[in-house]
């Protein structure tokens, strides 16, 4: 098939990868975004589905915006092309391209449709507790993730899984599945199916201040925060003038008489207290610093129990 790629970040390369190594089909152009400023020297950086597209001698074109840009349009329309597949490219398609290509524009959704549609699926499955979640290869619509989907495949989220591992889990089964997609289209063998609309839930993008811990929930939520803002923008509290990050948990339900957000030294570590138990920091990273496990943050404390949170706020 002649295809086209848009995609940005890391979770769009094994899918990349794979239509690349398959040699089934051809990858004739990469839509990406632009180069951004990052880390402190604030250099242009290339999306890692650039560096790839280039290091296989792919042509990259990097809009800053698709909707009006003929110079897109005519370009897809030139290359003939079966259908356009897109992972994580970042912004929504014109209803005006939709219908360029033979086939479409093909997502790998990182969920199981009609669940999580929008930005975030996988930081909003974890947050919500969910056990399953998966991927989805649909037909992009003019809807937010609600076009009519090929194919679905599920996946367990162990309680000790975050954001990351399992959005690498995830992108590697998204690139497996998009070829066995593109593979039975081919050959007439997979029609794409209506979402239940009616069951639809959402996944808006991720906000700093969903970060910020409340230390009166119970301990699982809290460990759920700890695990589904991966890498960014984590679950954070107070440590005094500084914000404390913690970037691995586990979690106890136990009945205390502590004042929520205590934290105290134990035998193990740490334990923070909060509503109905306590939540296990494992690693954590006060602002400014390394990441430390909890043990060596234990060591640093001078006394066996401080407040975190806005009480410990000057």
């Keep these: 098939m002649r295809l086209a790629f848009m995609g940005t970040p890391e979770f769009a390369l094994p899918s990349l990868e794979a239509l690349i190594e398959a040699g089934e089909h051809r990858v004739l152009s990469v839509v990406t975004q632009p180069d951004k400023p990052k880390g402190r020297g604030r250099h242009l950086m290339m999306p890692p589905v650039k560096e790839l597209a ?4 792919i042509p990259v074109v990097q809009p800053q915006t698709l909707k009006g840009n003929a110079e897109i349009a005519g370009m897809l329309r030139d290359l003939a092309l079966d259908a356009v597949i897109v992972v994580a490219y970042g912004k929504m398609i014109p ?22 549609r929008g930005a975030a699926p996988i930081n909003r499955a974890i947050l919500a507790g969910c056990a399953t979640t ?7 619509d003019s809807g937010m993730d609600s076009g009519p989907v090929f194919l679905r495949s599920e996946v367990p989220i162990p309680e000790d899984d975050d954001a990351i591992g399992l959005s690498a889990r995830l992108s590697t089964l998204g690139a497996e599945k998009l070829l066995e997609t593109l593979a039975r289209l081919e050959r007439g063998g997979i029609e794409a199916k209506p979402q239940d609309h009616d069951k639809a839930t959402y996944a808006p993008m991720l906000k700093k201040e969903e970060g910020k811990i409340d230390w009166g929930s119970d301990p699982r939520s809290i460990h759920n925060m700890v695990r589904g803002l991966l890498p960014w923008p984590c679950a954070y509290t107070f440590f005094g003038s500084k914000v404390l990050r913690i970037l691995k948990s586990t979690y106890r339900f136990e009945e205390h008489a502590l004042e929520f957000g205590t934290m105290s030294r134990t035998d193990g570590g740490l334990a923070i207290a909060c509503r109905q138990g306590f939540l296990l920091p494992q690693v954590l990273q006060v602002e400014g610093k390394k990441a430390v496990d909890a043990r060596a943050f234990s060591n640093g404390l001078r006394a066996s129990r401080v407040m975190l949170g806005d009480a410990a706020r000057p």
């Design 54 to 57: 280039l290091d296989n001698g």
């Design 95 to 116: 209803d005006d391209m939709l219908a360029i290509p033979a086939h479409g524009f093909i997502n790998v959704h990182a969920s199981l449709l009609p669940a999580f």
């Design 134 to 140: 998966g991927v989805s290869i649909m037909q992009i």
